[in-house]
């Protein structure tokens, strides 16, 4: 068998007859319920260990963005779930794990080709292991959301049953189609919009089958407009997330040169960081030259020549999301034929994936590289710019990528019903379409079977964890409230 848990030896029948098997191992029943096990650590030290190597100053920040909602603690809370699904039995059918697969890690980007995709957009918990792990967690994900929604529960079942049911039936379709169309299948903008018009059409449809002379317009198909809207308002939103539209966002004008602008604890210029590390300015400019020297090498050459047309102007400290807060994040502002030609790099810390106390660790020494490997493998497009280099200290890593390429997310919390619906659909097919790049398309899909079985099973799944994650939230705020956690809220 490979890596990438395809037996490419095997003919398309043996592989079916392995995913069969695979049942004996873990019955589609065995996807469903879930109970904590004796000695589960404690949620809390689970997260406060994970701050021993994050920025001091950042880890309350982090804190105070975990505490807003259930979901927001379930978006930070990557490492506790690692070790609950650790204790549940899988098929052992492999591929290449998101390992964060949470609904909000899915958004648009740009393609090299410039054309705007939807997929996978985080991978710092990426890593080979059991297909199961990722549904799982996309599954809860949807039911945390919809309940922080205050969605009616038959809404919420249907959403759930919905990824589960779309990410089965998108891999039985991938295991019929040839090596090359799997790898490059991929969603599109046009297929996107076009979604959107055949979801709005059947909840119509649905609206006429279900209203009567004296009721009201079903609630699904009342807002299936709005879903639509919004959907659109995402993707041209997504069109002005450029780099100019990120120098007019985060620079100023000082003595005729461009800056980034000052708003910390969120973004630290290169001028104030000898307050937060213990290097006066020379030292942090020569680090920074040997940071993007080392990154530069791991660039292909015609990407390496791309990139040297651009000289760098300023580098910031920059806070992102919820889970990587305290991980070290910078901004790099490089220009190009002159100051209207901008270009913004991300650069991020990557340390051990959450997956790695759990299952074998990454082939890859350097953790950058694992990322950049594990997003090459599980998107249909990456950035061109993507590579990975090790900073001053030689036990932290990092990777590089564009910080705005037409990047989009949806706002989870707006969403109602129809709308969310809709995503947990596209996101299932997007999930499947990556683990079948990965592993074997055809063996999961024997194992997954036609029948709902597994829909039902994972949507219960979801259920009881989205009730555990609310233990654990509960435990999260009475863990601020004794002040043995500090936390700083709005920031």
């Known amino acids: 068998m490979t890596v990438s848990g395809t037996p490419s030896h095997l003919s398309a029948a043996e592989r079916r007859a392995l995913g069969r098997q695979a049942r004996d191992r873990a019955p589609l029943e065995a996807q469903a ?51 609950d699904l650790a204790t549940r039995r899988t098929a052992r059918l492999d591929v290449q794990l998101c390992g964060d697969a949470h609904l909000s890690n899915f958004g648009v980007y740009a393609s090299p080709e410039r054309q705007l995709l939807f997929d996978l957009n985080d991978f710092d918990e990426t890593l080979p292991g059991p297909f199961e792990f990722d549904v799982w967690r996309l599954a809860a994900s949807f039911v945390i959301a919809a309940r922080h929604n205050l969605f009616e529960p038959s809404d919420v079942r249907e959403i759930c049953l919905t990824v589960a049911r779309s990410y089965r039936e998108a891999m039985a379709e991938f295991a019929q189609q040839d090596t090359l169309d799997v790898w490059y299948a991929r969603l599109s903008e046009a297929e996107l919009r076009k979604g959107m018009k055949r979801a709005r059409r059947s909840l119509v449809a649905l609206d006429k089958d279900t209203k009567d002379t004296k009721s009201h317009q079903h609630p699904s198909a009342e807002h299936a407009g709005a879903s639509i809207k919004a959907g659109e308002a995402l993707l041209r939103k997504a069109h002005r997330r450029t780099n100019l539209q990120a120098l007019a966002k985060l620079t100023e004008v000082v003595d005729g040169k461009q800056r980034i602008v000052s708003q910390p604890p969120v973004l630290i210029p290169r001028r104030e960081l000898d307050q937060y590390y213990e290097l006066d300015a020379a030292d942090i400019d020569d680090v920074i030259r040997q940071f993007f020297a080392r990154y530069r090498l791991t660039l292909s050459d015609s990407r390496r020549r791309l990139l040297d047309r651009y000289t760098i102007v300023d580098v910031a400290r920059k806070v992102v999301g919820v889970g990587s807060v305290g991980t070290r994040a910078f901004v790099a502002l490089l220009e190009g034929r002159d100051e209207k030609d901008p270009l913004f790099l991300q650069v991020k810390e990557a340390t051990r994936s959450v997956l790695e106390a759990h299952l074998p660790a990454s082939a890859y020494v350097d953790s950058g590289q694992r990322v950049v490997e594990g997003q090459h493998l599980l998107q249909s497009a990456s950035d061109i710019f993507l590579g990975w280099s090790a900073g001053i200290e030689t036990d932290r890593h990092y990777y590089w990528r564009q910080l705005r390429d037409m990047k989009g997310a949806a706002v989870v919390e707006a969403m109602v019903p129809a709308g969310m619906t809709f995503y ?45 994650n609310d233990h654990d939230y509960e435990a999260f705020l009475d863990a601020i ?8 809220a709005g920031v």
């Open 424 to 468: 947990a659909q596209i996101c299932g097919w997007t999930l499947a379409r990556a683990h079948a790049r990965t592993g074997d398309p055809i063996a999961i899909a024997a194992y997954l079977g036609s029948k709902r079985r597994f829909d039902k099973a994972v949507a219960e799944f979801a259920e009881r964890y989205a009730d555990q």
């Open 481 to 488: 409230s004794s002040g043995r956690v500090e936390a700083r």
């Open 33 to 83: 319920g879930w109970q904590p096990p004796p000695g589960r650590p404690d949620p809390v030290g689970l997260l406060e260990a994970q701050n021993a190597t994050r920025e001091p100053d950042l880890v309350p920040v982090r804190h105070g963005r975990m505490m807003v909602s259930a979901f927001t603690f379930y978006r930070g809370s990557a490492a506790i779930m690692a070790a």
